[in-house]
């Protein structure tokens, strides 16, 4: 007698999908602008650093507004605030599907007295669950809380100037990082992993600035921004929120 291989699949492949979101935006330097810094070639390096300035800075706010936007909308990277969740639908395909397809999320309380156990504990949820966060994401209240309370485990040391000094310049929780954000939703902490939520760029739209042209019916020169991409979630399971 031969043993028989089990011909029944052993398990079902999935797809998510994410569509490209397009940025477009024009920077314009008029003839007026040009003549006034003729002759001054870092002048007008200069005139055409702080356009790009000002134009990218635009596009990046307006990106972080949409991270955090309370639904996802139609032509907008993906919201963390409807992606990290334990139910409902993301990228074409529903939680109620696949069980493995939400996030963790903890209902946290006052910070003074639970919130490093809220920490310890979604944290170490994600990480039996295979995922590993790696930066953490919330809002510079929440933010000065973790702060208050590391702050406290603080060493002295001798120093030849003798200036006495606290706080710190940057914060990490079990190796993540903490970073804090204008836009980030009030009273929220996202633990998100970089390793399965990404942000999909186009090489044909990478935050590009081509070479300025001339424009047909008038005297100036326009650079012609695009950004073509999408936050990428593929493993929802490696991201949690702890709500306060």
Request: zero cysteines.
């Amino acid at each position: 007698d031969y043993d028989s291989y089990d011909p029944s699949a052993s398990d079902t492949a999935l797809i998510v999908t994410y569509p490209m979101v397009n940025k477009i935006a024009s920077l314009v330097i008029s003839w007026e602008e040009e003549r006034e810094v003729a002759g001054k070639d870092h002048a007008m390096y200069d005139l055409i650093a702080h356009k790009r300035m000002v134009l990218l800075n635009s596009v990046l706010d307006a990106q972080a507004t949409d991270l955090f936007a309370s639904t996802q909308t139609t032509a907008k990277i993906s919201s963390l605030v409807p992606s990290v969740l334990a139910t409902g639908a993301l990228g074409g395909l529903n939680q109620s599907t696949d069980s493995d397809w939400a996030s963790t999320v903890t209902t946290g309380g006052s910070f003074a007295s639970q919130g490093m156990s809220d920490m310890l504990t979604t944290y170490g949820t994600v990480v039996n669950a295979g995922g590993e966060p790696d930066v953490i994401i919330t809002t510079l209240a929440v933010n000065n809380f973790y702060h208050l309370e590391v702050d406290p485990d603080v060493r002295y040391a001798y120093t030849p100037d003798m200036v006495a000094g606290r706080g710190w310049r940057g914060l990490e929780f079990m190796g993540a990082k903490i970073v804090h954000d204008t836009k980030a939703t009030s009273g929220v902490m996202y633990l998100i992993s970089t390793e399965d939520t990404f942000l999909s760029v186009d090489s044909a739209g990478n935050y590009d600035f081509p070479p300025f042209i001339e424009m047909p019916l008038q005297r100036a020169k326009i650079s012609k921004f695009a950004f073509r991409g999408n936050l990428i979630f593929q493993r929802r399971k490696s991201n949690a929120k702890i709500t306060g």
